[in-house]
């Protein structure tokens, strides 16, 4: 995707603040989203139409999953999904799942794990809408198949695991491109260093 980045929209939605286009969620959502949560989400959407990117890093628990997942609930509505991917550690993959299972979003997720080079291939140019969640270390594996797809929005979960800049992971999760980016991290910028 070239970048072209309205500079102008960009100072005037920092003056004037989150908000300037209000989501709608899905029913099961809307009871149960936080305020902050609802903030957050609202955020993810403003930085993507400002076609920014997104480091959303908060203390474990407090719903980084729920507000992607309301972020990526209002885009498919928006029909603005397109090929997204969640990319996460192994131990989290089916947490997603489960996470969007409950609470009945019926977003069209696949997941891309353990796949041969043709069903991946297949999978990836199917010209629906999709939500693919998918590991880092399979990621490393298919590298070039990840990297011929022009995402629409790449997540980056426990995003601390890309602070390595000269690991194959790193290097990998850097050459996929995206519209919109976004790292999730429940890690304290201290264990950073």
């Known amino acids: 995707f070239p970048v072209t980045i309205p500079w102008q929209e960009v100072f005037d939605y920092f003056d004037k603040g989150l908000g300037r286009k209000n989501l709608n969620y899905p029913k099961t959502l809307e009871d149960v989203l936080l305020k902050h949560q609802k903030e957050g989400s609202q955020w993810l959407w403003d930085l993507y139409q400002l076609r920014l990117g ?6 474990m628990g407090l719903g980084k999953t729920l507000q992607m997942l309301g972020f990526l609930s209002c885009l498919r509505d928006k029909k603005e999904l397109q090929k997204s991917v969640v990319v ?8 997603w799942i489960e996470e969007e299972k409950k609470f009945k979003l019926h977003l069209p997720i696949g997941v891309l794990n353990g796949l041969d080079g043709q069903e991946l291939e297949a999978a990836l140019t199917k010209p629906e809408d999709s939500l693919f969640l998918t590991t880092y ?14 995402w629409n929005v790449v997540i980056f979960d426990e995003a601390q695991a890309l602070k390595n800049i000269t690991s194959q992971r790193t290097a990998a999760a850097k050459k996929l491109k995206a519209r919109f980016k976004v790292c999730l991290t429940g890690t304290r910028y201290r264990d950073w260093e």
């Open 54 to 59: 997104a480091i959303l890093a908060d203390e």
């Open 88 to 95: 996460v550690p192994t131990s989290l993959l089916y947490n």
């Open 137 to 150: 270390g399979y990621l490393i594996e298919n590298a070039e198949a990840f990297q011929k797809v022009n």
